[in-house]
């Protein structure tokens, strides 16, 4: 039976800045960053949210809420060191460690039996009090945990959780857990979809539940199909192992050079020209890839995570490019896009590259050399694949 674990460091950025201030410790702490020509909240800590700051607010709103609030605005590299040292902690129980963010991991723990001179720990629930009590004592922080035997129930059951506290729900146990909880606790589910779930008088993941497959997909699409599996409890994803990493990481941020989100279009554009980087550093290193993750975060502030794990290792720009969207194309409902993050892990040396699209392996290594060759002397933008072109 899978045993997963979610990890979450509620309020964490504004967390870090009471831990390096003392002098804001019990005071309302808002965190901010500027992009766009606005201020957005992107942690607020529980003295500030008990005002209602919540995140991905204006600074302006929070202000309004919270006359009080302290602002402090972002230090990225700082909440990336704590993020790290965490993860580390978390990287001594089980190879299979999935980051999600800066404050939340997945942990598959199924079969694990960590043994240390000082104890021998068998069971889920204890390992997460060893885990919490080492991040406690050594940074500071707190930390909630759900258990159950997928990450989509695993994940609701930390949201319960105050910091410092864990839930484990019993296999056979997952809808029973999810009925009442409100549907915005489903992936996919952000403030458009949950207004047109709210519109049909559906206010819980239990009647969410109740309603049958074919009329929520006649409303959603296929959508409608997957909520219907999330709202029983059904979740296959795998956790997968990205930590700690030898990775490849490529990004974008659409709200730092547009006043809106970004449409498909752009975005699939844009991941083309990630792709052909990401690909460039595979050559470099002369590796491929084992799995591809990609990041999502909309403009109603969901964020989806999905990973894909090819048949075989891939290098190529076009593989690449194929796979990332299709793992977009399955997560886009219609919000838009205000970033992306595409991640290459499970790297493995190689003696060569594919370039999948042509048939003649000759063709393909010489145009796959040019490429190398024109990168080297002129950079990585002198020549790109057409589809990257598009809307760019």
Known sequence: ????????????????????????????????HRSGGAEFVVSASPEAEAEGVIEGMTARHAGRCCPDGVFVPANWAIYKDASEKALDIL??????????????????????????SRFKVQ?????????????????????????????????????????????????GGEREFLAPLPINHL?????????RLLALGIDTIGELASIPQPMLMRQFGALGSRLHKL????????????????????????????ETPAEPEEVEAYLARMSDSASAGLRRRNQRAGSISLRIE??????????????????????????????????????????????????RAVSGFQLDFLEDTERRMRIQSLFAQIHARFGERALVYGYALIHV
């Open 298 to 347: 909309f403009d109603d502030r969901e964020i989806a995570c999905r990973s894909y794990a090819p048949k075989n290792p891939i290098s190529s720009a076009h593989e690449i490019f194929s796979a990332s969207r299709r793992i977009l194309r399955q997560e886009m409902h219609g919000a838009g896009v205000l970033s992306i993050k595409l991640t290459l892990g499970d790297l």
């Open 187 to 195: 992936p996919g589910v952000g403030p458009k979809i949950e207004k």
């Open 231 to 258: 709202s029983h409890g059904i979740d296959f994803s795998s956790v997968i192992a990205l930590y700690p990493p030898e990775i490849i990481i490529a990004e974008h941020t659409f709200y730092e050079t547009n």
């Open 91 to 116: 990287s001594d129980y089980s190879p299979l460690l999935e980051p999600c963010g800066l404050d939340r991991a997945y942990m598959d723990v199924t079969g694990c039996e960590v043994q240390g």
């Open 1 to 32: 039976m899978r045993s997963i674990i979610h990890f979450h460091m509620p309020s964490f950025c504004a967390a870090v800045e009471q831990l390096r201030s003392p002098e804001l410790a019990g005071k309302p702490v808002i965190v901010t």
């Open 123 to 171: 069971g889920s629930a204890f390992l997460v009090e060893e885990i919490r009590r080492r991040i406690r004592d050594d940074l500071g922080l707190g930390v909630s945990a759900g258990i159950a035997r997928n990450k989509l129930v695993a994940r609701a059951a930390a949201s319960t959780r105050e910091p410092g506290g864990c839930l484990e729900i019993e296999p």
